[in-house]
């Protein structure tokens, strides 16, 4: 089993997310690296197909993550191991599953900006966690359906949605995922346990590449 520091190979979470996108993962060896974080105070465990990732501060020496033995093989997400990045009395992230979809080249628009949802738990949440985050939804203020869009994982565009069911949730992802840059891919990351969730992602075009724990330290 492989272990190195990826720092000084100036790997990021960005690069991995997309190249993994374009099919190109990590070696399957049951190894792990450590990379920096992409935002200051948030870490996270990312785990691919048999080799993870720990994106720490450096703070955090690499004789402390060996002794955690964080393994590429299903290792890296052990309670112990994201429980000692956060500390006692941290926050930890629920596991969830990291998909990336290219975004389509033209669709119908029935999104708008919807600046008078912004006390909602979900955009609370989503700004906690990423930069520059855009809330869309519907014209018709009767209309609570949200999606979250802003610079999440590896600082790439990433979203969340939240629907009562009432709406097409696949054409809102779908529609979403166009506000960044052309050709940019689209992240989402949706707990495995959120089934309904996760079948939407899926059938607006979603691809999963890896699994995801963010942790923040008091």
Do not use: C
């Not at 926050?91 to 669709?107: E, G, H, K, N």
């Amino acid at each position: 089993m492989s272990t190195r520091s990826a720092m000084s190979q100036g790997r990021t979470l960005r690069a991995l997310i997309v190249d993994a996108h374009e099919g190109v993962f990590p070696v399957v060896d049951g190894g792990w690296e450590r990379i920096a974080p992409w935002r200051k105070g948030l870490g996270a465990v990312i785990a691919f197909t048999g080799h993870a990732f720990l994106a720490v501060d450096e703070d955090v020496s690499d004789e402390g993550l060996r002794r955690l033995a964080p393994g590429g093989y299903g290792g890296a997400h052990a309670p112990h191991v994201v429980q000692s990045l956060a500390g006692a009395d941290g926050w930890i992230d629920s596991l969830d599953a990291v998909l990336v979809a290219s975004p389509p080249t033209v669709l119908p628009r029935a999104l708008v900006e919807r600046l008078d949802l912004e006390s909602h738990p979900r955009v609370q949440l989503a700004r906690r966690l990423r930069d520059d985050v855009r809330v869309l939804g519907f014209a018709d203020p009767g209309i609570a359906a949200l999606v979250t869009v802003g610079r999440g994982l590896g600082g790439l565009l990433e979203l969340g949605i939240e629907t009562d069911g009432r709406v097409d949730a696949v054409a809102m992802i779908r529609e979403a995922s166009m506000a960044g840059p052309e050709g940019e891919p689209m992240v989402a990351a949706v707990a495995p346990g959120n089934a309904r969730a996760l079948r939407t992602v899926l059938a607006a075009g979603f691809r999963p590449i890896a699994s995801v724990q963010l942790s923040q330290r008091s």
